[in-house]
């Protein structure tokens, strides 16, 4: 298992490592694969939107978004850096942020926005998104942390090869990296 999230339904998906993914509701499962419409059934991230539909970024197979009935998939040839997607987020304007293993993506619902080490990124493998209470977008990456403010990229890279796969915001307002 890489990833899980529990939807607004009280859903849990599953995202796995090679076999899909699957949806407990309670009683039974239901499984998701390639043959159903996942572009990959290597699932490493989960993100359900606010319009309720379900992303799963794959490793190699880009971005999968599913409303309920249809599969619709997102690779490079739609505009993604990279077909790895390792983490997802949907920012307060309804922007979903997808991290790859070549930088990070906005997509507003119609196209990409790709941002890499060219933009300011201190490196280009996307481990890990946050916003922050003030809008700021916080990016852990495989060699430190990266803040966008929207216009651009601040870089916290003290420690060399500082990998940092998980960030969150405390309700004090406080950052914690791991």
């Known amino acids: 298992i890489n990833c899980m999230i529990q939807d607004k339904s009280g859903n849990l998906w599953i ?11 309670g009683k039974s499962f239901t499984h998701y694969t390639e043959a ?12 359900e939107d606010q319009k309720g539909n379900l992303w799963f970024g794959t490793t190699g197979g880009g971005v999968t978004r599913f409303d309920g009935k249809l599969f619709t998939r997102f690779t490079k040839k739609e505009g993604l850096t990279h077909n790895n997607v390792m983490s997802m987020l949907e920012d307060e304007s ?8 070549s930088g990070a993506n906005k997509y507003d619902g119609k196209s990409f926005t790709q941002f890499n080490i ?12 946050c916003e922050d209470r003030l809008g700021n977008l916080w990016f852990g990456t ?15 890279t003290e420690v060399e090869d500082f990998s940092v796969p998980s960030i969150l915001e ?5 950052l914690w990296f791991s």
Do not use: C, P, Q
């Not at 309804?94 to 293993?101: D, E, K, M, Q, V």
């Not at 060219?118 to 998104?129: A, C, K, M, P």
């Not at 405390?170 to 406080?174: A, L, M, P, R, V």
């Open 15 to 25: 995202g796995t490592a090679g076999d899909g993914v699957s949806r407990y509701d």
């Open 36 to 47: 159903e419409g996942l572009s990959n059934n290597s699932v490493f991230s989960m993100l």
């Open 94 to 101: 309804g922007n979903i942020w997808f991290g790859t293993s």
């Open 118 to 129: 060219t933009e300011g990124l201190s490196d280009g493998n996307i481990l890990s998104i």
């Open 142 to 156: 495989g060699a430190g942390v990266n803040m966008y403010d929207g216009k651009s990229f601040t870089r916290f």
């Open 170 to 174: 405390d309700h004090s307002g406080n």
